[in-house]
Each structure stands twice: as structure tokens, then as C-alpha cells.
């Protein structure tokens, strides 16, 4: 069962997730899904439904990412928090490869979030790829 939002709380998300997943923000016409809304906080780790604590997720973000708030940073194994996009600042902790098929990330947020929520799986990886061929590039 989805979530209901008031009209308004919905517009805001909308309006400051500009339409895209804002972990990695691809659109839904790139995913061939409809977007969601994801509790950053899950509900399960006492998260609110409030504009501080929801975002806009694609299926494969909010699929893989369930109830996941940390994990070891693979090149430090210190426990890291996973990417917030209400408290965090996408461009400090991604970046685009120079094929614009893949993020890299360039902080322990980046690197756990993209190892947890797969960001890179083959599935959103092919996507990519059709929409590069015909000129589209993600967004900076």
C-alpha cells in the first residue's frame, strides 16, 4: 500500500527532487518505473513522514535500499551513514564517470550509498545507456 501524502507535502518533494530520484537521480521516463516516496529514516527505525525525512526514490533505489541506514565504508571499514538527500549535498558526495553510465562515489556517504542501493546494477546501467545513445546526459 503506498504512502498518502497531502497534496501540498507532495508538491514540495516534487518541486525540490525536481522530478528525479534523489539518490541518483534518474527520471522515471529513464527507469520505466514510476518514482516513489522513500522514508530516508525508515519507518521501521522510527522515521517520520515529514518533508525532512521523504524523498523521491526509483524503484531500484528504494528496492535496494529497505530499511539500510549504514554500512562499512569499503576502503576504511568505518560504519558510514548511507546518503541523506534532505542534510547531504549530492554533487559533494557523487560524480558521473566520464561515460555518464556510472556513479562513482566520491565520499564514504557516496561509496556506501552506491554499493547499498546498487546505482550501478545492470538493469538502470542498460537504461542509461539507451538514453545516451540518443543524447541524453545525466544531469551534474
Known sequence: ??????????????????HRCAYCLTTQMT????????????RSRRGEAAFG?????????????????ELPD??????????HPCQHVWLDNFVWDETGLYLRGLTAIGRVTVIALKM?????VDARRNWVSVGWHPPR
Open 1 to 18: 500500500m503506498g504512502l498518502y501524502l497531502p497534496p501540498d507535502l507532495r508538491r514540495q518533494l516534487v518541486e525540490a527532487d525536481d
Open 120 to 124: 550501478n546494477n545492470d538493469a538502470i
Open 31 to 42: 527507469s520505466g518505473y514510476p518514482m516513489v516516496v522513500d522514508h530516508v529514516v525508515p
Open 53 to 69: 525525512n521523504l524523498c523521491y526514490a526509483c524503484h531500484r533505489c528504494n528496492l535496494y535500499k529497505r530499511a539500510l541506514v
Open 74 to 83: 569499503p576502503l576504511t571499514g568505518v560504519i558510514t551513514s548511507l546518503f
